[in-house]
């Protein structure tokens, strides 16, 4: 009997060091893991088209004209800079805190982070919303982890017996460092993201321009701007 107990326990831990194995070759190969290289030269190359265009166009016109322009286009310059460097770095994050997630083997908590995330992009926060929802990415990251070491034997024996003990065992083991490090990953990505949100924002606040009026030149065909 003792055997086969130590034959399905051998499997168990190969089981999981070939699929933490997989899934360090992911976090190592993905091209996710690279960020937006292309929205980061875009969002950057925009702010400083706009802090040169913007006084320029104002130097035409007045020197209060210029004065706004130089506020506008210094503003557009740091969203875009701010904006892009945030956006990348919390993709490069995001990347990351996935492929480490899967070294949990908890399919469970790996479908309610992926729920969590896609609900906190779709809301497009602000920053302050992504650092309330970064702390508690990682609060939760630790209490799963903890939690996840005593209840998933208990559940896995209560679907295989021994075996799913053993089994859950591992998963708890595999979680309590993975979960607090995902916690963490998750957390920052989140505050980056919400950082890039509100540049963003402010991007889109100053591109906004008002619409050419046309005036016609009494006793003639003509018109001007």
Do not use: W
């Not at 070939?18 to 929205?39: F, K, T, Y």
């Not at 969002?43 to 130089?70: D, R, W």
């Amino acid at each position: 009997p003792a055997g086969p107990r130590g034959g399905g326990g051998s499997r168990v831990v190969k089981h999981y060091v070939l699929q933490a194995l997989s899934q360090l070759h992911r976090v190592v190969g993905s091209l996710a893991s690279i960020g937006s290289p292309v929205n980061l030269v875009d969002s950057i190359g925009g702010g400083v088209q706009e802090f040169f265009y913007a006084p320029a166009k104002g130097v035409v016109e007045s020197p209060q004209a210029f004065a706004t322009g130089l506020y506008k286009g210094t503003t557009g310059m740091v969203g875009g800079v701010v904006g892009g460097v945030s956006s990348s770095v919390a993709g490069i994050g995001s990347a990351l805190g996935h492929n480490v997630s899967m070294l949990s083997g908890d399919r469970e908590y790996i479908a309610e982070r992926e729920a969590r995330r896609r609900r906190f992009q779709a809301e497009s926060a602000g920053a302050g919303a992504g650092v309330i929802a970064g702390g508690l990415s990682i609060a939760r990251g630790i209490t799963d982890g903890v939690s996840g070491l005593v209840l998933r034997p208990v559940e896995g024996a209560k679907k295989e017996g021994a075996l799913g003990a053993v089994k859950g065992l591992a998963k708890g083991i595999a979680g309590v460092a993975v979960k607090p490090v995902v916690g963490v990953l998750d957390g920052a990505t989140t505050v980056l993201q919400g950082v890039s949100q509100t540049a963003s924002n402010v991007q889109i606040t100053q591109h906004v321009r008002p619409p050419l009026r046309l005036l016609q030149i009494p006793d003639s065909d003509e018109v001007q701007i």
